[in-house]
């Protein structure tokens, strides 16, 4: 399996790293060892002193994806969750400014926290607006709405169907609101969905390996 982020799908977040908004959608991947299961701790990588937080809702495929239209998007995805892209901002900037791929700052292990909550979806009925935050040592960090998407959901799981074939059990992250900011080893994140707490983690400094 594998993570296909969205970057730069919220204004106010492309506009706080002095990013363009962009007029298609932005992703990279990570991989599927960049999964970190409720349960452990975040590690903060050696090779970097800036790993930011980036709080996102997390769609997972349920059917095979290619070539499909955003009017059967919603068909192809069975759940949501919350998880954090988690980013070393100061590798990134460096990637930017060399005009390099960015896997080196976003898809190393341990880089995809993931609540282990998931909301079943029903293609049906599919999910409205969602409401969700990030509490960074009990103060609210971020704060962002499903709402504020500059490309809604089936665009995205759409547009990435016509480059990747989606398998099940992908996921699908689909960008981070404002607020994005460093972590620190003794730091505990919650976030939460809809006004219910259903992400967890503590972070620790790297040990030795
Ligand atoms: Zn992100």
């Given at each position: 399996m594998k993570l296909l982020c969205i970057g730069r799908n919220y204004g106010d977040h492309a506009r706080e790293l002095g990013n363009a908004v962009p007029a298609e959608p932005v992703f990279f991947l990570k991989p599927a060892t960049a999964l970190l299961q409720h349960g452990n701790a975040i590690r903060l990588p050696r090779f970097s002193s800036d790993v930011h937080h980036e709080l996102e809702v997390v769609f997972r495929v349920g059917r095979t994806a290619s070539h499909i239209s955003s009017e059967r998007a919603w068909e192809h995805l069975d759940a949501y969750t919350l998880g954090l892209d988690l980013t070393a901002r100061d590798v990134q900037q460096e990637q930017k400014e060399k005009g390099l791929p960015w896997e080196k700052a976003k898809?190393?292990?341990?880089?995809a926290p993931m609540s282990d909550t998931w909301t079943a979806i029903d293609p049906g009925t599919p999910p409205g607006s969602m409401a969700f935050s990030l509490e960074r040592n009990g103060r609210v960090v971020q704060r962002g709405t499903t709402?504020?998407?500059?490309?809604p959901v089936p665009a995205l799981v759409a547009y990435l169907s016509r480059f990747i074939t989606l398998e099940p059990g992908d996921l699908v992250f689909t960008g981070t609101p404002a607020g994005v900011g460093p972590l620190a080893p003794g730091d505990v994140l919650e976030g939460k969905l809809d006004g219910r707490t259903i992400l967890t983690f503590n972070v620790e400094a790297e040990g030795e390996r």
């Open positions: 898809a190393w292990d341990g880089s709402d504020d998407m500059l490309f």
